[in-house]
C-alpha cells in the first residue's frame, strides 16, 4: 500500500494506493490517528485504493471513533464499487461520511 | 480440485493469496469474484493464523474446487476446535462511538459466499464455504 499526504491550508489529504489489508493496515493507523489529531479535517483519498479488508476496516473504525469522540471530521472521497460493497454489507456505510 | 498447505501464520498470507489468484485465474472468474473471494480467504486464514495454534504452531490448508456450476473453499488446520460459525456477528446498525473494533472479518464472509459449514473431523477443523456460480 501507499500513503501520499498532502496538506492544503487546514486540509489533510492522505490518498491511498493498492491494498489496505491485514499487512498493510498497520502501516495507515499512525499517519491517519496523527493526522487527525494535529488537524480538525483529513480526507482519505480512495482513488487508487484497490481492496479494503476487516483489518482495514477496523482503522477506519479507529479513525471514525476518534473523530466522532473529538469533534473532528474525517471524510473518505473516491470510493470504488467493490470497496463500497464492502462497506455496505459491514454497515460502514452509516457511519462513515463517504464523498 | 487444488490446494496449498502453509504454515498458519499471517506471514503466508502471500503464498495464499498466489495459489488463489493462480486458481481464479485458471477458473476465468470475474474481476469482481476475484476480489471478494481473495477478502474471504484473507478473512478465514487470518483467523486461523492467528487463533488455531496459539500460542504454538501449525500448518493449515487451504483447497479450492469447483465443480457443478459451485465453488468450494475448504479451510483446514489441526489446531483447537473451533466453530466460527458460533461467533456472534457484531451490531452493524449502531452508532460509530458504540461499535465494536473488529469482528466484521465472518460477517463479510458469511454475506460473500452462499453456504457455511463446519465440521471436526479426525483432530481437524474444516471450514467449507460454498459459492453458486
Do not use: C, W
Not at chain 1, 26 to 37: K, R, S, T, V, W
Not at chain 1, 38 to 50: G, H, K, Y
Not at chain 1, 59 to 65: A, E, I
Not at chain 2, 18 to 43: G, H, I, N, P, R
Amino acid at each position: 500500500m501507499t500513503i501520499d499526504k498532502k496538506t492544503q491550508g487546514d486540509q489533510v489529504v492522505l490518498a491511498l494506493g493498492g491494498r489496505l489489508d491485514t499487512t498493510t493496515a498497520p502501516e495507515l493507523q499512525g499517519p491517519l490517528m496523527d493526522a487527525l489529531a494535529d488537524n480538525p479535517s483529513v480526507t482519505l483519498d480512495f482513488e487508487a485504493l484497490d481492496y479494503v479488508s476487516s483489518a482495514g476496516l477496523r482503522v477506519l473504525m479507529m479513525g471514525q471513533k476518534y473523530a466522532t469522540a473529538n469533534e473532528k471530521k474525517m471524510v473518505i472521497k473516491n470510493v470504488s464499487e467493490e470497496i463500497n460493497e464492502v462497506f455496505e454489507m459491514t454497515g460502514f456505510t452509516d457511519i462513515l461520511t463517504i464523498e | 480440485m487444488a490446494q496449498v498447505t502453509v504454515k498458519a501464520a499471517v506471514d503466508s498470507l502471500d503464498a495464499v493469496n498466489d495459489f488463489l489468484s493462480e486458481e481464479m485465474e485458471k477458473a476465468e472468474l470475474s474481476m469482481k469474484l476475484q476480489t471478494s473471494l481473495s477478502l474471504v480467504v484473507e478473512e478465514v486464514f487470518v483467523n486461523i493464523a492467528h487463533y488455531a495454534y496459539a500460542p504454538g504452531e501449525g500448518d493449515a490448508t487451504v483447497e479450492f474446487a469447483i465443480s457443478d456450476g459451485e465453488l468450494t473453499l475448504t479451510f483446514s488446520d489441526e489446531g483447537t476446535a473451533y466453530n466460527p460459525l458460533t461467533h456472534e456477528d457484531p451490531d452493524i446498525t449502531a452508532k460509530a462511538e458504540d461499535r465494536a473494533i473488529g469482528g466484521l472479518g465472518l460477517l463479510l464472509v458469511k454475506k460473500i459466499m452462499d453456504g457455511a459449514e463446519y465440521r471436526r473431523e479426525g483432530g481437524r477443523n474444516l471450514f467449507i464455504l460454498n459459492k453458486k456460480l
